[in-house]
């Protein structure tokens, strides 16, 4: 929800940045500046006098004065800003028999959505009668348009430097290990200030592509992925949330956090209610910590509140732009109005609100949001708006959740760590953003994840050092691991262990899946309520494992070498190998004799009447008492 250039009175450019006379962008173009400005009710990317003379009707989820454009079918329906072709709609279920009659009723399904105990949604094209049809079953909660929604339009930036997130950097809390899904425009897949931190991204449009399927020239930015930003508005949002400290460019609030790209936004910086709320169940499902939604529309719709109770419901801190409609009352936009969501209104330099920030009932937490300077594709640029004040709460309530706060309690934490700056409850809500005060952390309390050791096919010792107790008198230690990819469905914990002094701990897992990636991180709270982890590490449990050694080739004979890396989980493991004339296989095949070895190690066997100057190949091979193969590489040999 960011203003992509200063607009009169919107307090639009701080004190250092730039002026109209100067590009302001280090790096990018006046042209970027001006992308991504967003129209209408649910359009929350303007300074308040433009946002004006653009504003629509209230109501319909994104009404402006933009003229209608063919959708992407080519066809003579026409789509209206603020939403698609008459025939897009979300159906809402309590049953999946519903969902199911509703996907056959389709003409076509853009999403099938589960939440949970909230029910199921099935999103697509539908005829008139079976919209109808659908409405009067007891078991469908609602059909409703497929809106459109948009974009709410090393120097230590302003923001950062303001809500002290540097102090809680200087005592050695980042966000390592938490996870921030930016739900937007993509982010710049190849940014020096965030390519570090970057993690999975996922396109449910892909760059490029403007909203309704028609292609678009966007920004300019080099697309390498799906996901990557053709709009500039969600690259800038990644980089106050968790911009690389990397002495160059920008810091972001919490710059060890894994940033993930969810593009639900188009290079117009327009996206559909469906793709939005799917992007969300995907965040979800994922098991980030964080969604960071700077978007919105001035309409409430039942599927957008649904993905949002969903995530909620399964432990995801979701964050919300409360709008550029500003000066206004009452005026917060949704998903931001949702009592689930952490709303967040916008403040300027001198700890005012800013003129073009919504306000209401709802807003929950106020941060920096005018002339924020951070990425853009191809270089950095200032940006306004209740959008770059959500990610400056994103990023700390990674960093709250990377010291083991669930969802819940990151948001008690940054509601009730604020600072006092003289906004009402309808403007500030409980107070300016205090990463310092809300994060705790204690430069001697320290924790450090050391490699695994003893590593075999289903077992593996994970390892840690408390290093400092911090001056508590206790803290319990233990380790939380899962599957690289999967971390929603397989996250798990080990025994807790309290240790009175500094020193080694260790704990044992079995049960693992051979040649399955885990990442784990030795993590400990205090006596005193402090919390650290230490940095995440991966290992893969060993499968069966052989390699094929150099032969010793002397005039007595030929032996080929072999060793045993790895018995993959099995008590034993007969080994062999298999060696044949170069080029003639078929016809020279052999086997040397099988020895059976019950741990590691290397073997080899002897070879006789061999041809002189032929060229051999051969492998070492073996089959595990479980039954698995395995095979080294193909290496050759000729006998003098």
Same mark, same amino acid.
């Given at each position: 929800m960011g203003t992509g250039t200063p607009q009169p009175g919107s307090d639009s450019l701080s004190d =250092?940045?730039?002026? =109209?006379d100067s590009p302001g962008t280090d790096?990018?173009?006046?042209?970027?500046l001006l992308v991504g400005l967003t129209t209408g009710a649910a359009a929350i990317g303007l300074g308040a006098s433009a946002a004006a003379e653009a504003r629509g009707p209230n109501g319909n989820g994104a009404g402006n004065n933009r003229p209608v454009r +063919?959708?992407?079918?080519?066809?003579? +329906?026409?789509?209206?800003?603020?939403?698609?072709?008459? +025939?897009?709609v979300i159906v809402g279920t309590t049953t999946q028999a519903a969902a199911d009659e509703a996907a056959q009723q389709a003409r076509e399904v853009r999403h099938k959505l589960d939440f949970g105990n909230r029910g199921k949604a099935v999103a697509g094209r539908f005829p008139e009668p079976a919209q109808q049809a659908l409405q009067n079953r007891p078991d469908v909660r609602y059909v409703e348009p497929d809106a459109t929604f948009e974009a709410i339009g090393e120097t230590v930036p302003w923001g950062v430097d303001r809500i002290d997130a540097d102090a809680v950097h200087d005592g050695g809390t980042t966000g390592d290990g938490a996870d921030i899904a930016i739900i937007d425009t993509g982010i710049d897949s190849d940014h020096p200030d965030l390519i570090d931190n970057l993690g999975l991204g996922k396109a449910y449009v892909e760059a490029?592509? =403007?909203?309704?399927? /028609?292609?678009?020239?966007?920004?300019?930015?080099?697309?390498h992925e799906p996901w990557d930003d053709d709009n500039d508005h969600g690259t800038h949002c990644a980089g106050t949330a968790a911009g690389v400290a990397n002495s160059e460019g920008v810091i972001g609030t919490a710059p060890g956090a894994t940033l993930h790209a969810v593009k639900v936004l188009a290079c117009s910086g327009t996206g559909y209610l469906s793709d939005i709320a799917a992007g969300v169940e995907y965040t979800t499902n994922q098991g980030w910590d964080v969604a960071s939604l700077s978007l919105g529309s001035s309409s409430d719709y039942s599927t957008l509140q649904d993905a949002c109770q969903y995530a909620v419901d399964k432990g995801v801190l979701v964050i919300a732009a409360a709008g550029n409609d500003g000066p206004c009352s009452d005026c917060v936009s949704y998903p931001a109005k949702y009592d689930?969501?952490?709303a967040v209104s916008a403040t300027d330099s001198s700890d005012d609100l800013a003129s073009f920030s919504s306000t209401g009932p709802e807003i929950d937490i106020a941060a920096p949001g005018s002339s924020i300077r951070s990425t853009v594709p191809g270089g950095f640029a200032y940006f306004s708006g209740t959008s770059m004040a959500c990610p400056h709460v994103s990023g700390v309530g990674g960093l709250l959740m990377a010291n083991g706060y669930t969802g819940h309690e990151a948001r008690s934490a940054l509601q009730g760590n604020t600072e006092d700056i003289g906004l009402s409850g309808s403007d500030g809500g409980n107070g300016l953003l205090n990463a310092e005060a809300a994060v705790p952390f204690s430069t001697e309390l320290s924790i450090s994840t050391l490699e695994v050791s003893d590593i075999e096919a289903d077992s593996a010792v994970l390892n840690g050092t408390l290093e400092s107790l911090g001056g508590a008198d206790s803290v319990e230690v233990y380790f939380k691991y899962w599957e690289k990819g999967s971390k929603s469905s397989t996250v798990d914990w080990t025994s807790v262990e309290t240790l009175t002094s500094p020193g080694a701990f260790s704990d044992s897992l079995s049960d693992l899946s051979s040649g399955t990636t885990y990442i784990f991180a030795a993590r400990g709270k205090s006596s005193t309520g402090d919390w650290?982890?230490?940095?995440? @590490? +991966?290992?893969?449990?060993? %499968? @069966?494992?052989?390699?094929? %050694?150099e032969v010793s080739v002397s005039s007595s004979g030929t032996t080929l070498n072999g060793t045993l890396e790895s018995l993959g989980g099995a008590d034993s493991v007969e080994v062999y190998f298999k060696y044949w004339e170069k080029g003639s296989k078929s016809s020279t095949v052999d086997w040397t004799s099988v020895e059976t070895l019950t741990s590691p190690g290397a073997f080899s066997d /002897?070879?006789?009447? @061999? /041809?002189?100057?032929?060229?051999?190949?051969?492998?070492?091979?073996?089959k595990s008492s479980t039954g698995d193969w395995n095979s080294g590489s193909h290496l050759e040999f000729s006998p003098p």
């Amino acid at each position: 929800m960011g203003t992509g250039t200063p607009q009169p009175g919107s307090d639009s450019l701080s004190d =250092d940045a730039a002026t =109209d006379d100067s590009p302001g962008t280090d790096g990018a173009t006046r042209r970027q500046l001006l992308v991504g400005l967003t129209t209408g009710a649910a359009a929350i990317g303007l300074g308040a006098s433009a946002a004006a003379e653009a504003r629509g009707p209230n109501g319909n989820g994104a009404g402006n004065n933009r003229p209608v454009r +063919d959708n992407a079918a080519g066809n003579n +329906d026409r789509v209206e800003q603020g939403r698609g072709p008459p +025939d897009q709609v979300i159906v809402g279920t309590t049953t999946q028999a519903a969902a199911d009659e509703a996907a056959q009723q389709a003409r076509e399904v853009r999403h099938k959505l589960d939440f949970g105990n909230r029910g199921k949604a099935v999103a697509g094209r539908f005829p008139e009668p079976a919209q109808q049809a659908l409405q009067n079953r007891p078991d469908v909660r609602y059909v409703e348009p497929d809106a459109t929604f948009e974009a709410i339009g090393e120097t230590v930036p302003w923001g950062v430097d303001r809500i002290d997130a540097d102090a809680v950097h200087d005592g050695g809390t980042t966000g390592d290990g938490a996870d921030i899904a930016i739900i937007d425009t993509g982010i710049d897949s190849d940014h020096p200030d965030l390519i570090d931190n970057l993690g999975l991204g996922k396109a449910y449009v892909e760059a490029g592509t =403007d909203y309704d399927g /028609s292609s678009c020239s966007g920004n300019g930015n080099t697309y390498h992925e799906p996901w990557d930003d053709d709009n500039d508005h969600g690259t800038h949002c990644a980089g106050t949330a968790a911009g690389v400290a990397n002495s160059e460019g920008v810091i972001g609030t919490a710059p060890g956090a894994t940033l993930h790209a969810v593009k639900v936004l188009a290079c117009s910086g327009t996206g559909y209610l469906s793709d939005i709320a799917a992007g969300v169940e995907y965040t979800t499902n994922q098991g980030w910590d964080v969604a960071s939604l700077s978007l919105g529309s001035s309409s409430d719709y039942s599927t957008l509140q649904d993905a949002c109770q969903y995530a909620v419901d399964k432990g995801v801190l979701v964050i919300a732009a409360a709008g550029n409609d500003g000066p206004c009352s009452d005026c917060v936009s949704y998903p931001a109005k949702y009592d689930t969501v952490v709303a967040v209104s916008a403040t300027d330099s001198s700890d005012d609100l800013a003129s073009f920030s919504s306000t209401g009932p709802e807003i929950d937490i106020a941060a920096p949001g005018s002339s924020i300077r951070s990425t853009v594709p191809g270089g950095f640029a200032y940006f306004s708006g209740t959008s770059m004040a959500c990610p400056h709460v994103s990023g700390v309530g990674g960093l709250l959740m990377a010291n083991g706060y669930t969802g819940h309690e990151a948001r008690s934490a940054l509601q009730g760590n604020t600072e006092d700056i003289g906004l009402s409850g309808s403007d500030g809500g409980n107070g300016l953003l205090n990463a310092e005060a809300a994060v705790p952390f204690s430069t001697e309390l320290s924790i450090s994840t050391l490699e695994v050791s003893d590593i075999e096919a289903d077992s593996a010792v994970l390892n840690g050092t408390l290093e400092s107790l911090g001056g508590a008198d206790s803290v319990e230690v233990y380790f939380k691991y899962w599957e690289k990819g999967s971390k929603s469905s397989t996250v798990d914990w080990t025994s807790v262990e309290t240790l009175t002094s500094p020193g080694a701990f260790s704990d044992s897992l079995s049960d693992l899946s051979s040649g399955t990636t885990y990442i784990f991180a030795a993590r400990g709270k205090s006596s005193t309520g402090d919390w650290n982890s230490g940095s995440h @590490l +991966d290992f893969i449990p060993r %499968e @069966l494992s052989i390699q094929t %050694e150099e032969v010793s080739v002397s005039s007595s004979g030929t032996t080929l070498n072999g060793t045993l890396e790895s018995l993959g989980g099995a008590d034993s493991v007969e080994v062999y190998f298999k060696y044949w004339e170069k080029g003639s296989k078929s016809s020279t095949v052999d086997w040397t004799s099988v020895e059976t070895l019950t741990s590691p190690g290397a073997f080899s066997d /002897s070879l006789s009447d @061999l /041809s002189s100057g032929t060229t051999y190949i051969f492998a070492a091979r073996g089959k595990s008492s479980t039954g698995d193969w395995n095979s080294g590489s193909h290496l050759e040999f000729s006998p003098p």
